[in-house]
């Protein structure tokens, strides 16, 4: 109000009325579905249009804000030069695996490194509960279903099981549209089929026939074109990503309604599961109730037919102390959250696991995080330990390559003088993209070092030494990378702008959110 972005009556409507949401397919307003959509996104009229008085000053705000934002030629070079520099280097590598093997540790030393990594040893938190769970699979032999309930569920649902027209179909795919309009015309010489698709497309005789195909199992470019043929007609070439398509209409089976004798017996399967869900939601209601009001959980699963099932000391990933995973008689995932957001002594409220399952759990006992015993797993001490001290000589290797090249010994007879290799690079990208042939810890230095200067890293497979010998610069960006660019940086700027107004906002008009009643609320 106080910027005047005040909006008039036309404007909204007008806004309405274009919305594609709410045009049909004449191209024009439709108030059915504009109150469907209305309907299906729990909003009234009104609100829309409260909410679009908000929303449209805001975009034409923003708008007006961001629509001049320009990004000179100059920044467009810089960050396309500075994605596009590549590196060369000589690099060695030093495995884990070239160094010597490492004895084993005194007790002394084992003792001190044990000491210094108790996180190395620590045990999972575990939790030991009762679970009281019901299926539906456990009540569903309870339903009886008639006959007279089974034919008015098939009456209703009759659309439910036609089986929609499919048609078997021949396909011709031929990777141009000149190969295409060959097999046109040699089709409308009077040529087989299956001949030209081999002869002329070159295609595997094993992938012509299609079979029996429903529209939604094609392309809907290729759907409408077969559907639209009768048996024996071939369609014109329609283009897809996987090049030119020549369909031909072998046998038309039309849609078919099964009778109630066919699908008597799938009925009786859906609503016994039906009626199953209905009385588990009710039993679950029923259960979290009496809970919440006081009774033991082993009382309410007696009263309504939970099964009880103990278990004693889980982790978080579902595992026993002795590493094996659990089995549960409902959904492990769901149960064990809940364990894990319960306090000791206390049981949580009536969970659902799954789609056909419910449970609720007591939490009988909590065993916090501790160091093990050294002597439970020593063995894990001592591979630990060997494995830093591998990594610490790998390491010293590395760091007496860098000293050697420093001293004017070229790389790669430094690295022969170890018994190593080594090898010049491809022109390494700043941000490579999947597998490379230096680690990426490496290519990082590269790129902050001088030609000439030697770099050093590790990672869990060993230690990396590489001295940058070249750095490349891209050529001028083309036309389509300018364009890309400029769009790119011209959307980043806006958006950064965008940051900035809001910031500035909130500083002149400070708002405060008490997250402790949303947690309330929510």
């Given at each position: 109000v106080r910027m005047q972005l005040n909006l008039s009556d036309d404007v909204i409507r007008t806004a309405i009325m274009s919305n594609p949401a709410f045009v049909g397919s004449d191209g024009k307003f439709n108030r059915d579905q504009f109150n469907q959509a209305l309907a299906?996104?729990?909003?009234?009229?009104?609100?829309?249009?409260?909410?679009?008085?908000?929303?449209?000053?805001?975009?034409?705000?923003?708008?007006?804000?961001?629509?001049?934002?320009?990004?000179?030629r100059p920044v467009i070079d810089a960050v396309h030069k500075y994605r596009g520099e590549t590196r060369v280097a000589e690099f060695v590598s030093v495995p884990l695996s070239a160094g010597a093997d490492i004895p084993a540790p005194t007790d002394d030393a084992l003792q001190k490194f044990y000491e210094a990594h108790p996180d190395m040893f620590r045990a999972s938190e575990y939790r030991s509960f009762t679970l009281a769970s019901l299926t539906t699979d456990e009540i569903s032999?309870?339903?009886?279903?008639?006959?007279?309930?089974?034919?008015?569920?098939?009456?209703?649902?009759?659309?439910?099981?036609?089986?929609?027209?499919q048609r078997q179909i021949?396909?011709?795919?031929?990777?141009?549209?000149?190969?295409?309009?060959?097999?046109?015309t040699a089709l409308a010489g009077g040529q087989d089929?299956?001949?030209?698709?081999?002869?002329?497309?070159?295609?595997?005789?094993?992938?012509?026939?299609?079979?029996?195909?429903k529209f939604d199992d094609l392309p809907k470019a290729l759907g409408e074109a077969v559907f639209s043929l009768p048996v024996g007609k071939v369609t014109e070439p329609v283009k897809t990503e996987l090049g030119w398509h020549i369909l031909k209409v072998v046998k038309i089976e039309p849609p078919q309604t099964p009778?109630?004798?066919?699908?008597?017996?799938?009925?009786?399967?859906?609503?016994?599961?039906?009626?199953?869900?209905?009385?588990?939601?009710?039993?679950?209601n029923q259960a979290d109730d009496a809970l919440a009001g006081g009774a033991p959980l082993a009382d309410v699963a007696q009263k309504f037919g939970l099964k009880m099932t103990?278990?004693?000391?889980?982790?978080e990933s579902g595992r026993d102390i002795d590493g094996k995973l659990i089995v549960l008689p409902v959904e492990m995932k769901d149960v064990l959250k809940a364990a894990f957001d319960t306090n000791a002594s206390e049981t949580s409220r009536v969970n659902s696991a799954g789609d056909n399952a419910i449970f609720a759990l007591r939490v009988d006992k909590i065993t916090a995080p501790q160091v093990k015993p050294l002597g439970d797993v020593k063995d894990r001490v001592v591979a630990a330990w060997q494995a830093e001290q591998k990594q610490a000589a790998v390491k010293k290797e590395a760091a007496d390559l860098v000293a050697a090249v420093a001293a004017g010994t070229p790389l790669a007879q430094a690295a022969s003088a170890k018994g190593l290799t080594a090898a010049t690079s491809p022109p390494l990208p700043r941000r490579p993209e999947g597998a490379t042939a230096v680690p990426a810890?490496?290519?990082?230095?590269?790129?902050?070092?001088?030609?000439?200067?030697?770099?050093?890293?590790?990672?869990?497979?060993?230690?990396?030494?590489?001295?940058?010998?070249?750095?490349?610069?891209?050529?001028?960006p083309s036309d389509d990378q300018v364009k890309k660019l400029t769009t790119e940086l011209g959307n980043s700027t806006r958006y950064d702008m965008v940051?900035?107004?809001?910031?500035?906002?909130?500083?002149?008009?400070?708002v405060t959110i008490h997250r402790d009643v949303l947690d309330r609320l929510f």
């Open positions: 299906a996104n729990n909003m009234t009229e009104d609100g829309l249009v409260a909410r679009l008085r908000q929303e449209i000053p805001r975009g034409d705000l923003l708008q007006a804000m961001t629509a001049g934002v320009a990004v000179p032999s309870d339903s009886k279903i008639s006959d007279d309930m089974l034919k008015s569920a098939y009456e209703e649902r009759k659309d439910d099981f036609q089986v929609p027209e021949e396909q011709i795919l031929a990777p141009s549209e000149d190969k295409a309009k060959s097999v046109e089929f299956q001949k030209v698709a081999t002869d002329v497309a070159g295609q595997d005789p094993s992938t012509i026939d299609l079979g029996l195909v009778d109630f004798a066919q699908v008597k017996e799938q009925l009786r399967k859906q609503l016994i599961a039906e009626d199953a869900a209905d009385h588990l939601d009710k039993i679950a103990k278990v004693d000391s889980v982790d810890a490496v290519i990082v230095k590269l790129f902050a070092a001088k030609v000439g200067d030697t770099v050093s890293a590790d990672d869990a497979g060993g230690a990396y030494v590489a001295q940058l010998k070249e750095i490349k610069t891209p050529d001028a940051g900035e107004f809001t910031e500035a906002l909130k500083k002149r008009f400070p």
